[in-house]
C-alpha cells in the first residue's frame, strides 16, 4: 500500500511537470479474457522522444495528460505483445494486449529467412524459447539444444572447449556428415566440428578445437528455428539435408538510443566422482616387493613399479612413494576430489542500439573468459563483436548489413579421450594412497618428469609441461540489399561471405616419462567461404488466391588452407620455437576448394486462408562430382489443409486451429572435393630419399550424388485461444546412393572404397504438446512437452558387405545390414540358451568374440520445459530426457582393471583370506571372487573362486556396457526484473537479475557412479564409446542485466 | 535473368572440373619413390611393434612380459593391423610399380626387383596366417579370395625363379638411395632371389619333399648365384632421424621408462643355448643384469616369471620379484637407432645349405663345411676373433656330429624348472644345424618363429601364464604355431574367408598347425 501511495506521488510531480495540452483516459484488458490488466507502462511517443506517460492501475485504467505533439501511445507489459496506438484526436483509448506466447506461432521464419505464416507450413519446425539463452549459458550453445526440439538429439562437448554433435531425426548419411546445416541470418556458416570427427582409437595426440557454433554469442540471438528434415530445407540446398537450424540475430527495433550492458557469472564444479575403494593400495598380486637393490637393503616396497591398486590393504605400513620418498601406506580417499577445482565462466555484454525505422544500428561486444574444473587446462578468452547496420536508401531500396568479428583463444586444452596425456583420464583410476601432494615436484634437476608410476604420467607434468594455444579470428559479413520492384515484386541480393584464420601451437616438453625427446608443432589453418544469391520475389494475392514465389540462383565457394609443421624432439627444454630442433621439421601444406553453382524456385499458393500448397525445385552443379554427374535436381511438394477455416461451424473458442499438412522432398548431396581420384603422398625421406605412398583409399571416379528422400504428415492443433497447442508429426526418410567410404578388406590394397551405394532409412514420430495452464494477471504458467522417437535401420550397404565400423574401442561401433545405425559389438560374455552366462572350467568368463553389445541410439528422447511468472519474478526449469541406447564406458572399464573403482572390492578380502591367510592353491579356493549366477557349459552352477584382479570380466566388454539412459534436471532460471517504476528516477530502464542452475540434479540415470550417460569420445559418427572424460558437472549462474 | 543466369552456370561446367584438380598430391609416382616405401614399411612391421610382442617372443629370443599377443593370445585391432600394414604399407607401393610400368620395358628389372620383394613379403605372411590372399589381392575389389597356403609357397617359387632368370644383369635399375637393400646392385637382387627360393624349398621339406627337392637341386646346380659372402646379406638399415629410428630403440631405450614394464629382455633360452657352450657371440647378444639379485650375470627372463600350477621350487622363485630391468637386456649392436633388418642373411644360406647338402640335394660342399661356414660367418659378422670362433667350432656338441657331455653340468642346459634342455646328448647334425641357425638369426624373430615350427627340434618350456583361457585344463600353452586370421576379415571378406578355412580345418587358431609346419612337440614333463 505504502508503495502505490508513494508512486502515485512520484506521478503526481511528473504530471506537474508536463505541458498537458489534453488527458486521455482509457482501460487496458487482456485480450484472452477482457480482464483488466494493472501495471501496464502508458508511454508517450513525443517529438522529444519517448516517456512514460502513466502506468494503469489495477482494474487497467489509466489517466495521462499528452503534451502537444504527441502522436502515439505505446502500451507495454512484459510477456505481453507490446502495442501502439494512434491518438488521432481521441480522448479515450481502450486497448486489448496479447500474450507473446500466442503470437511466436503465427509467423515463423522459414528457409532463405522469409517470415511465413505458420498455418501456410506444410512441414514441421520448431522454434526455440530463447528467453533463457544469456541467462543460463552453456559452454556450446548447441547443448542448450537439448530436450527443448523435439527429434534433436544432442551429443555435449566433451570439454568447454570441444565440439558438441547435433543431430535431427537420426542419422542419414553412413560414413559422412550428420550433422545439420547453421544458417545465421540467412547465410549458412562451416560448423566443422574442431576434434576432426575424431575415433576412439586414434592417437594421443589429439585436441579438440571446437567447432563453430560454440562461438555463436547468445546475447545476439534474437530467435532459433530448427527446420527438421529435408522437407525444410530443400532450399538451402546440399549441405541443408540434414536439417537446418536458423539463427536469427538481433537487430535494432528502429527507436532511440539504448544501451544495455549484462553480466554473467556462472561456475562450474563437478557433481559426482567415481566411486573409488579405500582398502588397497598400489601393488600387483596384494602384494609389494622391494626389489632388494643395494641402495634398498630393507626392501622397501617402492610404488613407482605399480601403477594399480591391486596392492595389500593398505594399514600404515613404509613405502617408497611416487616421488621417491618414504611414506605411510594409507588411503588417501579424497585424492581425487583434491584434484579438482571450481571452474568459472564469466560473460560480459554492451549493447548499443538507435536510429529510426528508416536508418537504425546495432553494435554489441561481448567478452568471454573461462576456464575448466582443472586448473590450467582449456582457459578461454573470448571477444565477440558485432555490427549490423540497417539502411533505407530510397524508398524502394534498402540494404541490411551485418559484421562480426570473433576473436577465440584457448591454452591448454585437454588432450582428448584415453590420450596418455589427458590428465583427467589419469584421474579416474588413481592409485589410491596416491597423494595429490606427491605429483606436485613433477620434475627433477635435469628437467625430466618424476613422481610417475609406469603408465600414468604425472597429471602436473601434462598440464604444465604439454603446452598448447590456438587463437582463431573469424569474420563473418552478410550483406542483403532489397529493391521493391512494385507492390507484388522485390529483387534481393545476399552476399555472405565467413573466414576464419586459425593459428596455434602444441608443445610437448622433452624430459617426459612417455616422450623423453619431447616434440612440437605449429598450424596456420584458414577458411574462406561465400555465398552470392539473388533472388527474385513475388508475392501477390488475387481474389481468394495468394502468390507466394521466388526464383533464385546462387554460388556457393568455399577454400580451405592447411598448414602445419612439426619437430620431433627438442634440443632445449621450454623453448617453444620449431628452430629447438636437431632435424628438419616435417610440414604439411593443404588446400581445398569447392563451388556449387545453384538455381532454386519455389511458390506457394493459398486458397482462401485455408489451403496451401507448396512447390520447390533446386538444381546444384557441384565441383566435387565429376563432371557428367555434377548437376542434380531435387524438388518438393507440400500442402496443408486448415479445416477450422474450411469447415464453419468449427467453435473457435474450443479448437481455435486445426491444420493437417504433407510434405515429400528430395535432396541430392555431394561430397569433398578431391575424391576422384587417387593420389600419392610424400611423408618422410628414407635411406636419404623421399618415399611415397598411395592414398589407402581406392578412389571412385563416377560417383553419382547422393539423394535423400523424406516425406512427412501430421496435424496441428490449437484449444481454447492457443492455451493449448498440439502437434504431432510422422515422417519417413531413406538415404539411397550414399558416397561412402566403407572398410574393406586390407587384402585389396586399401583400407577404404568409395561407394555409392546403401541404404539408410530412419522413420519417427515427434509430439509436441505445450500450453498455458493458468494464465491470471499476477501468475502465469507455460509449458511445453516434447517427444520424439527415431527408428533407422541400415536397409543395405554394398553388394557382399555386411557391416562396417564407425568406430572402436575395445568394442567397435558398426553400420550394420538389417540393424539400426550404431550397434555396438565386440568380445562378450557367451551365454546359453537360457541365457544363463557361462563360465570355462577355471571360472572365468567364456566370451563370444563377435557379440551384439547394443546400440548406440536411445529409443526415444523428450523434454518437459516449464516457466512460471508471477508478479515480477520467473521461473523457468527443463527437464530433459532420453531412454535407451548404450555405450562402452572405457573409464569405467579402465577404473575396474586398475583396481581403483569401488565394485573392484567384491571378494577382495576373501580371496585375501583364503589365498594368503589360508594358504589354499589358486585351483582349490573356497572363497574370493565368484561369478555369481554363472554356469559352466554343462549346466552346473559355478563354483570356482578366483582374484579378484584376474577375474576375467574386464575380457568380457559386455560387462562394461551401461545404458545410456538419463532424465537430467538440464536448466534452472530464476530471475526478477525489477519495476519500471523503481527505475523511473534512475538512468536505466529495465533491470533483470537471474540465478541459474544448469545440471543440477540427474534425477535418473543407470550408470555406475562418476559416469555421466551423455559423454562420448567424439562429435563424429561412431557413438557409443565413453573414455576418459570427465565426470558429471553441474553449473551455477547469476546474471545481471541493464538496460540504459 | 534467371534463364540467363542458368545459361552461365551450365556453362561453367568445365571450370568447375578444373575446380577439383587436387594441387596438394601427385596423381603418379615413378618407381624410385616406392621400392623404398615397401622396404621400409616391412622393416617397421616384421621389425617393429609386431616383432616386439609376437616374433621376438614366439621365436624365444627374448622375454617381453605382459600382453596378448606375448601370452599366446591374439588381439582384434592389434592382429588388424599386422593384416592391413602387410597389404597396404608393404604389398601395394610395389603392386603400383607392376601395375603402372609393366607396359614399358624401360622398367623391366625395376619390376622383377618389385616382384622379388613382393615374394619376399609373401613369403612372411603365408608363414604369419597360412593360406592368404594373393592373386587377386590389391585390386581394390570388395571382395578377395584366398590361395592356399600350399599354392602360395609353389607359385613364390616360380616366381622367384623366374625373376631370377629374368634379370638382364646390363638392363635398368635402381638408382643408389632409391634402393635401401642392394643400392641397385642387380646381380645381388637376383642372388637374393634364389636364395629366398632356396629357403622357401627348404621350409616346405616336410610338407612337400618332392617340390622342395626340385627346387632346392636348382638352386644348388646354379649356387654361385646364391648369396655367398657377408656382402651379399639382404638387409637395410633404420635410419637416424626420429622418423625412421628403430622400433627397438624407440621403443626399448627412448621410451624405457615409460616401457618398463613390458621391454624386451633377453630370454632364458637364449642364455641357455649360449651360456654353457661358451658363445662368444653372447657378449654382442646380451649384457649382463645391471641390477637386482643377479646382477653382473647373463640371467633370462623365463616367458612365465611364475611358476606353473602345482609346482613348487625348493629355494623359491627366483623370478618371482624380478623386474624386466633385473634381467640381461639385448645387447647395443640391436639397439642402435639405425639398427639392420635382416632379410636373408649369407649365415643364414650357409645354413640351408648345409641342409640341403644333408638331404643330399646337391651343393658344392659337404654339409660340415655348410654348417662350419655359417658358424664362422654369423661370429665373423661381430668382428669375433678367428681363435674363439675356432674355440667354439671345436666344443662337444657344436662340432659337426659330437654330443656334449652333461654330467655334474646337466643344470646349465636347462631352464630353472628343468623342462627343456640346449644338450645334444645324442648325435644329430640336423638338430646342430637348426640350433645354429637359431643362433645366427639372433633378433631376426620372424624367421626363427618359422624354423622352430618347422623343425620342431630345439627345446623350449610354454607359457605358464597364457591369456584368454589358452592354457585350458593343463593351465599351459605352447609356441603359437600362426596367428589366427585377423577380425577386419570376418567383418568385410567373410565370404571369401569361409571359403578359406576349412582348409585349416576350421580351426582358426594360435594353435593350428600350418602346412609348412611340423605339430608342436609336447614337453614330457608336464600334464598333457
Known sequence: MKLKKYLLILFCLLSFSLHAQQQITGRVTDETDGSGIPGVNVILNTS??????????????????????TKELIFSYTGMLTKTEAINGRNTINVQLKFESTQLQDVVITALGIKREAKALSYSRQGMDVSTLTEAPSTNIVSTLSGRIAGVQITPPSTNTGSARVIIRGNNSITGNNQPLFVIDGIPVDNETGDGNVRASSNHDNLDYGNIAADINPEDIESIEVLKGPNAAALYGSRAANGAILITTKKSNGEKFKASISSNSTFQQISEFPALQNMFGAGNSFKLEGSGSTNNPQRIPDLRVYYRSWGPPMIGQPVISINGTEKLYLPQPNNVEEFYQTARMLTNSLTMEGGNKQNNYRFSYTNFNGNSVLDGVNNNYRNNANIRVFNTFTPWLDLDSKITFVENTVKNRQYMNGSNRNPMYQYNFMVRDDQVSEFLNYKDEYGNETGSHRDFSNPYWLINENINQDTKNQLQGAFNVNAKINSWLKLSGRLGTEMYWTNGYAFNNKGAMEDPNGKMSTFNNSLKSSNLDLILFANNKVGKLSINSFVGAGRFQTENSKNSQRINSLIQPGLINLSNSSEFPTVSQFYSKKVINSVYGSTSLGYNNYLYVDLTARNDWSSTLPSNNNSYFYPSVGGSFVFTEAIKGIPKSILSLGKLRASYAVVGNDTSPYQLIPTYSFNDIYNNQAFATLSSTFYNPDLKPEKTGSYEYGIDLSFFKNRLNFNATQYNSSTTNQIITAQITPASGYTRRYYNAGEIANWGTELTLSGTPIQKKKFSWNILVNYAKNNSEVVSLIDGVNSFQLNALSVLVFAEVGHPYNILRGTGWKKDEQGRKLVAADGKPLLDENAYLGNSLPDWTGGISNSFKFKNFNLSFLVDIRSGGSFISGSYRRGYTSGARIETLEGREDYFLHSYIYGESAANLTGGYIHKDAYFVDGTPNNK???????????????????????????????????????????????????????????????????????SVTSGNGQGIENGSLPPMRTFGLDIKLIF | MVLLLTITLVSCKKSLESVNVNPNNPETVSPEFLLNTAVFNTMKLFGGPMRR???????????????????????????????????????????QIELNYKDDPAYKNRLIIAKIFEAYIYSNMVAVWGSIPKTNALTGSVSISYDKEEAIYLSLLKDLKEAANAIDLDGDKFTGTSDAVFAGDLLKWKKFANTLRLRLAIRISNASPAEAKKAVEEVMADEQNTINKAAETSRAFWGTTSSNWSYLYEYNIVGASANA????????????????????????????ASQGPFKGKYWGQPKATQLPAGVSLPDGNPHSPLGPLDYSQIGDYFTKPDAEYVFLSYEESCFLKAEAALKGWGGTKSAEQFYNEGVTASMSKYNLPKQDIDKYLQQPGIKWNTVVDVSERKQEFEDFLGLTSSAITQANPFRQIVMQTWLAGFYNAMDAWTLIRRTQLLEFPPHFNPDGGEGGTVGYAYTPQRLNYPPVEYQVNNAELNIALPWLGDKDGLKTTLWFALPVKKNPFLPQ
Open chain 2, 261 to 288: 614394464s613390458s621391454l624386451n629382455v633377453i630370454s632364458e633360452s637364449l642364455i641357455q643355448h649360449m651360456l654353457p657352450y661358451s658363445d662368444p657371440r653372447l657378449a654382442v647378444y646380451a649384457k649382463p
Open chain 2, 53 to 95: 610382442e609376437a616374433l621376438s617372443h614366439y621365436s624365444h629370443y627374448v622375454s617381453v612380459g605382459g600382453g596378448q599377443f606375448p601370452r599366446y593370445f591374439t588381439f582384434a585391432s592389434t592382429n588388424n593391423g599386422y593384416w592391413q600394414s602387410s597389404y597396404v604399407s608393404c604389398l601395394q607401393p610395389l603392386h
Open chain 1, 48 to 69: 522529444e522522444g519517448r516517456r512514460l506517460g502513466a502506468v494503469t492501475a489495477g482494474n487497467g485504467q489509466y489517466t495521462v495528460q499528452v503534451p502537444a505533439g
Open chain 1, 945 to 1015: 573362486y578366483l582374484t579378484p584382479q584376474s577375474n576375467g570380466s574386464s575380457d568380457a566388454y559386455s560387462e562394461s556396457i551401461f545404458d545410456a539412459s538419463y532424465v537430467k534436471l538440464r536448466e534452472t532460471v530464476v530471475s526478477y526484473s525489477i519495476p519500471s517504476s523503481f527505475l523511473k528516477k534512475s538512468f536505466l530502464s529495465s533491470a533483470k537479475i537471474g540465478v541459474s542452475g544448469r545440471n543440477l540434479w540427474t534425477i535418473y540415470k543407470n550408470t555406475p557412479i562418476g559416469i555421466d550417460p551423455e559423454s
